[in-house]
C-alpha cells in the first residue's frame, strides 16, 4: 500500500495548456501522484516538475497508459519516476530526464521508435527490469545504473561526461563518445563495448559477448570478466590489460594471427585474438595473484602492529 502523501489524478494541481501540434496537449504534475489503468494519458506528455514538497514522484502502475506523438514523461527538478509497470509510448522518446530528476524502472515497458529515456544535466537513470527497452541517450553529466534486468533490445549512447555502471543485467551494447565513462562491475553486455573520443571504460567482472573495440583517444582497462574472442585498437586508442604470466602470441597454425594470453587480475583466463590499427596500442601490466595480495595485506598488518607495539613499548 502507498502512503497518504500521494494524491489521485482528480486531486491534483493538473495546469493542462494547448500544445503547438493541433491534437497534443501537456499536463503539468507537481504533487506525488500514481498512474493506473483508471486514468491514462493519451495523445499528450506529462511534464513532472518540484511542487510546493520537492521532490515530486510519479509512480507508474500495471495498466497505466502515457501516450505522445514526440514525448511520453518530461521530468525536471528533482523529480523521481518510479516506473513498476505500465506503457510509455511515443514514436521520438519515451522519456526526457532534466536538472536532478531520476528515472527508476523495475516493470512495465517502453515502446519507442528512437531511444526509451534522454538523459540531460545531472539526471539519473536506475534500471531494474522492465521489457523491452530500445536504448538509452546520456548526456552531460547524467548517470545510468543498470542493477538487473535481461532486455531484448538495450544501446547505450554515453556522450558528454555521462557515467554508466553495470552490476548485473544483461542490455546488448554500450558505446561512448566524448568523455564518457562506464564500469563494469558484472552482468552480460550481449554484443559489443565500443569507446570512441575520449572515453573511458574499465571491465573489472562480468562478459562481453562479441566486440571489444577502442577508437579515438580512448582508454580501455580490463581486470577481469569474460572478453570476446577479438579485441580491437584503432586510431590512438590504447587498452590495458592487468593479470598474472600475461604475454603476446601467435597461433602455431597461422601466425598471422595475435593472441594475447594469460590470466586476468580477478583470476579468469584470458586467450584472445588482438588486432592494432594505426597508432592503437596495447599495454601488458603483471600484477599480484588475488592471494599474493592477501598475503601482502596480511604482511602489511602485521608490520603495522608491530610499530604500534614498539611505540607503546617505547
Known amino acids: 500500500m502507498f502512503t497518504s502523501t500521494f494524491k489521485s489524478i482528480p486531486l491534483l494541481a493538473i495546469i493542462l495548456a494547448a500544445s503547438v501540434e493541433a491534437h497534443s496537449v501537456a499536463a503539468t504534475i507537481d504533487s506525488n501522484t500514481l498512474l493506473d489503468a483508471s486514468n491514462p494519458f493519451l495523445n499528450e506528455t506529462l511534464t513532472i516538475v518540484d511542487g510546493a514538497s520537492p521532490p515530486t514522484r510519479l509512480t507508474v502502475l500495471d495498466g497505466a497508459r502515457v501516450t505522445s506523438d514526440t514525448l511520453a514523461i518530461d521530468a525536471y527538478g528533482l523529480s523521481i519516476i518510479d516506473m513498476r509497470g505500465g506503457s510509455l509510448n511515443s514514436e521520438d522518446f519515451g522519456l526526457r530526464l532534466n536538472d536532478d530528476s531520476k528515472f527508476i524502472l523495475s516493470g512495465g515497458r517502453i515502446n519507442s521508435i528512437n531511444f526509451s529515456a534522454e538523459a540531460r544535466d545531472r539526471s539519473m537513470i536506475e534500471l531494474r527490469g522492465g521489457e523491452r527497452l530500445e536504448g538509452f541517450k546520456l548526456l552531460d553529466s547524467s548517470y545510468l545504473h543498470i542493477i538487473s534486468g535481461d532486455f531484448d533490445v538495450l544501446q547505450v549512447d554515453g556522450l558528454g561526461n555521462?557515467?554508466?555502471?553495470?552490476?548485473?543485467?544483461?542490455?546488448?551494447?554500450?558505446?561512448?563518445?566524448?568523455?564518457?565513462?562506464?564500469?563494469?562491475?558484472?552482468?552480460?553486455?550481449?554484443?559489443?563495448?565500443?569507446?570512441?573520443?575520449?572515453?573511458?571504460?574499465?571491465?573489472?567482472?562480468?562478459?562481453?559477448?562479441?566486440?571489444?573495440?577502442?577508437?579515438?583517444?580512448?582508454?580501455?582497462?580490463?581486470?577481469?570478466?569474460?572478453?570476446?574472442?577479438?579485441?580491437?585498437?584503432?586510431?590512438?586508442?590504447?587498452?590495458?590489460?592487468?593479470?598474472?604470466?600475461?604475454?603476446?602470441?601467435?597461433?602455431?597454425?597461422?601466425?598471422?594471427?595475435?593472441?594475447?594470453?594469460?590470466?586476468?587480475?580477478?583470476?579468469?583466463?584470458?586467450?584472445?585474438?588482438?588486432?592494432?590499427?594505426?597508432?592503437?596500442?596495447i599495454i601488458l601490466h603483471e600484477v599480484p595473484e588475488p592471494g599474493s595480495w592477501a598475503l601482502m595485506a596480511m604482511g602489511a598488518t602485521g608490520v603495522y602492529f608491530a610499530r604500534r607495539w614498539r611505540e607503546r613499548a617505547a
Open 162 to 281: 555521462s557515467r554508466t555502471v553495470m552490476t548485473g543485467g544483461r542490455p546488448s551494447e554500450v558505446e561512448l563518445y566524448d568523455d564518457a565513462s562506464f564500469v563494469l562491475h558484472n552482468g552480460i553486455l550481449a554484443e559489443a563495448l565500443i569507446t570512441n573520443g575520449r572515453s573511458r571504460a574499465l571491465i573489472k567482472s562480468g562478459g562481453i559477448g562479441s566486440v571489444v573495440r577502442a577508437n579515438g583517444e580512448s582508454l580501455l582497462t580490463v581486470r577481469g570478466g569474460l572478453i570476446p574472442e577479438t579485441v580491437v585498437v584503432f586510431d590512438s586508442a590504447t587498452i590495458h590489460f592487468y593479470g598474472t604470466g600475461l604475454h603476446f602470441d601467435e597461433d602455431d597454425l597461422n601466425p598471422q594471427v595475435k593472441l594475447i594470453q594469460g590470466t586476468l587480475a580477478d583470476g579468469t583466463n584470458l586467450d584472445v585474438r588482438y588486432q592494432i590499427h594505426d597508432q592503437g596500442e
